[in-house]
């Protein structure tokens, strides 16, 4: 068994390529299978040396490696071969209306009340047309030439899928500067490649009746694939996602601090009739099964992501959270805050709370409860009854008790209205801090 993730680097990659990424790498690990990485870099007008370095990056941040690599555009070579096969045997034919013709041509047939497919003219080209029309300095482009049927296949997530190919133009495969579409390096690679598994978004549907049809006439076996096609993960609102517009990348999810295994762990359960929870790579491959992915597009949903992430942050061992952490940081200060982030960009903040400066906002109402707690400050040594101690004293001077003690000193500490236990964090922060804190707070 062998699967592939076949980006093209045209741009970062989203959680929704991510989604087919995992589902690739989760299947072929799952059943002792190969993975492979593709990077399909036929649109040289389009990609870039830039994205397929943040595809491998992105990737390996993730977890998800691959035991091969290979690049369309090193089999140039291998798909000329091909490409001369298909001509020969009448299969690519060569094409040489313009686009304003074929335009033409469309409107027409739409006006006629029929479907705008490309009606085969440059089939019925004799020799000498073609031969006219190159002296005349024309450079075909070429179409493959579907069959007339449909073509069947049972998918792994979407039942069983018919494409009929009499309802398809026939695809031109290599362009007018004799570049090849990706429609057909795809299946040469597949083939050469030995992949049994095609796991992709669901926008490919048409294209694997296509594929099928190619394969077909390439010598491949029928059934010689099997398929998957997953449903597109859609924006909260139920949008479209693009690697051109860097819509929930996965670069700016790694920039706000997002633990990879989180994402990885959602974009398995997403769209799935399993819940989404925090897994180790061990327990998401053990438990992944593509017969448990839903028909209908996924939503991403960023709050359910932030409430794993807060669970993976809580789990995470002090020394795997290090490399997110100040050098300085103690495992008493991951303890203290490691069940209060969503997001390991939020660490920061706290240690500055606990080691460094904040601004504390204004709480004039609060003033004279603020010298209060000033003054009920228990002096140093500190100790374990220092919290309690000091939280008495203030109930006794102020009178309060309650969320009308507990806020203001929260606030005026720590300059958030939540966050870890106020009894750890006055441990962290020490005498001397906790007093020019107050004092801050006193005159903010
Ligand atoms: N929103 C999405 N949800 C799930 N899968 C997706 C989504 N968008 C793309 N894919 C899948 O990601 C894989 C990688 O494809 P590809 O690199 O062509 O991405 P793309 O986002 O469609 O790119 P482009 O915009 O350059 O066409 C394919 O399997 C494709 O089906």
Same mark, same amino acid.
């Given at each position: 068994?062998?699967?592939? !993730?076949?980006?093209? /680097? ?61 690049r369309q555009s ?21 094409? !040489? ?16 009340? $029929?479907? =705008? ?22 450079? /075909? ?29 026939? =695809?031109?495969?290599?362009? *007018? ?20 598994? *095609? ?8 294209? %694997? ?15 010689? !694939?099997?398929? +998957? ?9 139920g949008g479209k ?13 790694? +920039? ?15 769209? %799935?009739?399993?819940? /989404?929870? *925090? ?40 020394e795997v959270a ?10 008493? !200060? #991951? ?15 706290? #240690? ?28 140093? =040594? #500190? ?7 000091? *939280?008495? +004293? ?8 309650? $969320? ?7 606030? +005026? ?6 966050? =870890? ?24």
């Amino acid at each position: 068994m062998k699967l592939r !993730f076949a980006p093209s /680097p045209t741009g970062y990659l989203h959680v929704g390529n991510a989604r087919q990424a995992v589902a690739n790498f989760l299947y072929a690990r799952r059943h002792g299978g190969r993975f492979l990485l593709r990077i399909d870099d036929t649109d040289t007008a389009r990609s870039k040396p830039e994205y397929e370095d943040a595809i491998r990056r992105d990737l390996k941040w993730l977890g998800l490696d691959w035991d091969e690599e290979a690049r369309q555009s090193e089999r140039m070579g291998r798909y000329a071969e091909v490409i001369e096969k298909l001509k020969a045997s009448g299969r690519l034919y060569p094409c !040489f209306e313009s686009e304003q013709e074929l335009n033409a041509k469309r409107e027409m047939r739409i006006k006629a009340g $029929k479907p =705008p497919l490309y009606d085969r003219a440059m089939l019925k080209l004799t020799p000498d047309q073609r031969a006219r029309a190159e002296a005349n300095g024309k450079v /075909p482009y070429w179409r493959f030439r579907l069959t007339d049927g449909s073509r069947k296949w049972r998918d792994l997530v979407m039942g069983d899928c018919s494409v009929k190919l009499t309802a398809i133009s026939d =695809p031109v495969l290599i362009r *007018v500067d004799g570049t090849i579409l990706y429609t057909l390096a795809s299946v040469i690679d597949d083939l050469d490649m030995g992949i049994t598994h *095609v796991v992709r978004g669901e926008d490919h549907v048409t294209n %694997t009746g296509v594929q099928i049809d190619i394969a077909d006439a390439l010598g491949a076996k029928p059934d010689r !694939f099997t398929f +998957a096609h997953l449903p597109l993960l859609l924006d909260s609102d139920g949008g479209k996602l693009s690697k051109r517009f860097d819509s929930l990348g996965l670069k700016s999810l790694r +920039a706000d601090g997002i633990e990879p295994m989180t994402i990885v762990s959602y974009l398995a359960r997403v769209g %799935t009739s399993d819940d /989404p929870e *925090v897994m180790t790579m061990e327990e998401a491959i053990a438990s992944y099964d593509l017969s448990h992915v839903s028909k209908s597009a996924a939503r991403f949903d960023m709050r359910q992501l932030l409430a794993l992430n807060r669970r993976a942050l809580h789990n995470l061992p002090f020394e795997v959270a290090r490399e997110h952490l100040p050098p300085e940081a103690t495992e008493d !200060f #991951w303890n203290a805050v490691r069940g209060n982030v969503d997001l390991t960009a939020e660490i920061p903040h706290w #240690w500055d709370v606990t080691q460094g400066t904040i601004i504390p906002p204004s709480q004039p109402d609060d003033r004279v409860f603020l010298q209060q707690a000033l003054d009920t400050l228990p002096s140093e =040594p #500190w100790g374990e009854t220092t919290w309690t101690d000091w *939280v008495n +004293a203030l109930k006794a001077a102020s009178g309060r008790k309650g $969320k009308a003690l507990f806020m203001p000193l929260r606030l +005026a500490l720590t300059g958030e209205d939540s966050g =870890p236990d106020l009894h750890t964090l006055l441990g962290l922060m020490g005498h001397a801090r906790t007093v020019t804190r107050l004092k801050d707070a006193i005159h903010a």
